[in-house]
């Protein structure tokens, strides 16, 4: 037996009696994909550091955890969700472990708009599902990708008709529980935005109670021709969290899509984005924002293919990082041969704001194309002390000095999203989150050391 196999063996039993009663289990297309990736993730096992995609990203506390489903006994009243709530979203699919909760989410219809959970499209019109559902996602180069689709069940499905322009902003929220064992979820969301249409979509993870959890997302978005869509990827969970979130984006003809991530909790995160522009014309934004403390690790990576020609992408990562907490930013661009007259550029700009944080930077560039305009760039560097005396010396005191110059920095990435009601709920999050970080500064360093070292662990 090979050490892959050895590695995951524990997962072998777990989905065998998933596959029992899984939904869909009949249709012989879901049932070849659960177990082509399935076969799949045991032959390949979790990534190690010898995988470049992964060198700066320890999985050995992940690969190591002996993980099952939580048992659905949790009850939850509406009201423990009140924190969450976004005030003017259109409406919001709640998500409980990795199980769609009716009882807690919204039931709203909107003209042009099927919003359900994907259990339920599955198993009541499963050939809508068919024809995107895991088409996207790659299995053969992904080992999370692969066994997101092994477990592949519930998430969200949203399909914005040709045409359809949706005002506000439909929000998926997945919460994980406290409980006494090692719980996993595989979250897979399917979102088409067809022809001419446009709107936003909010996914958003967040703990109640401690724990050891593990949430693997994945979310394929289809962009149609003409399509304008916006999509954020919102993580919050409690630092022993881990979270591992894959975004795959297929545009077509003249689409435009924007990507804002904001990671600002979880122990150990890895955030993909995987965007393919198929269809000329066609422009992407890919910007986040990710803020780690004590011993957070915090891990970007943006895989931007251009496989036509006339298409544009920007790339802009902000990261703040304090304690011991280390930050990764592996940014990809591949314009290939057909890809004539792209535009990409890439940017990641890091702050330390102190002398145990960490931040591994990667930009690259594969081009096999002749004419193309492309660069990056990457900073790192701490507060700029003539700014904090500057505003000191004009009786601002040093902790909200410190707050007014983070909250500057994390604003670059505020000023790219449109404005409206997801945006003012980013903006919301990330001035309470750096309230709360400027204080940061005067905790004594015992209280850092009491968290798990992702980096140590293994």
């Not at 909760?101 to 099927?114: C, R, W, Y």
């Not at 001419?196 to 979509?201: C, L, N």
Request: aromatic content about 8%.
């Amino acid at each position: 037996m090979s050490t892959a196999i050895q590695q995951v063996g524990n997962y072998l039993d777990i989905f065998t009696e998933f596959a029992k009663n899984a939904a869909g289990q009949k249709l012989p297309w879901l049932r070849r994909l659960r177990e082509e990736a399935f076969a799949r993730f045991c032959e390949t096992g979790f990534p190690t550091t010898h995988d470049e995609d992964w060198r700066f990203t320890n999985l050995a506390p992940v690969a190591r955890t002996q993980f099952a489903f939580a048992k659905r006994t949790v009850t939850l009243a509406k009201t423990v969700l009140k924190p969450w709530t976004i005030n003017g979203a259109a409406t919001r699919l709640v998500f409980i472990d990795g199980r769609f909760a009716p009882e807690l989410s919204d039931s709203a219809e909107f003209a042009g708009v099927q919003i359900a959970s994907l259990k339920e499209q599955i198993a009541g019109n499963p050939g809508e599902v068919e024809g995107h559902l895991g088409k996207y996602a790659d299995i053969q180069r992904d080992a999370f990708c692969a066994l997101n689709a092994a477990f592949i069940e519930d998430g969200g499905y949203i399909r914005v008709r040709r045409g359809t322009v949706l005002e506000q902003p439909i929000h998926l929220l997945f919460v994980s529980t406290e409980t006494d064992i090692a719980t996993m979820s595989h979250p897979r969301n399917l979102v088409v935005f067809e022809n001419e249409s446009q709107g936003t979509v909010i996914e958003e993870y967040v703990s109640i109670g401690k724990g050891t959890a593990l949430s693997n997302s994945v979310t394929e978005l289809i962009a149609g021709e003409n399509a304008n869509v916006s999509h954020y990827m919102i993580e919050r969970e409690h630092r022993d969290a881990f979270n591992v979130s894959t975004l795959r984006i297929q545009q077509a003809r003249s689409a435009n899509v924007a990507s804002h991530s904001l990671l600002l909790g979880g122990g150990l995160v890895r955030n993909n984005v995987h965007p393919v522009l198929a269809g000329e014309g066609g422009e992407c934004l890919i910007n986040g924002l990710f803020v780690g403390a004590g011993r957070q690790h915090l891990d970007n990576y943006m895989y931007v293919e251009h496989a036509k020609a006339h298409c544009s992408s920007r790339q802009f990562y902000n990261g703040i990082l304090d304690g011991h907490a280390h930050g990764v930013f592996h940014g990809r661009i591949i314009v290939h041969k057909d890809a004539q007259k792209t535009d990409a550029k890439q940017t990641n700009r890091n702050l330390l704001l102190s002398d145990d944080a960490q931040i591994d930077t990667k930009p690259q560039l594969e081009i096999y194309a002749d004419d193309v305009k492309c660069t990056h760039g990457a900073t790192i560097g701490q507060i700029e002390e003539n700014a904090l005396f500057y505003l000191q010396s004009r009786g601002i005191d040093e902790t909200s000095a410190r707050r007014l110059l983070l909250l500057a920095f994390a604003s670059e990435c505020l000023d790219r999203m449109r404005p409206g009601v997801a945006r003012e709920h980013a903006e919301r999050l990330i001035h309470e989150h750096l309230v709360s970080f400027a204080h940061h500064r005067s905790r004594t360093p015992a209280a850092d050391q009491k968290e798990r070292s992702w980096e140590e662990v293994g």
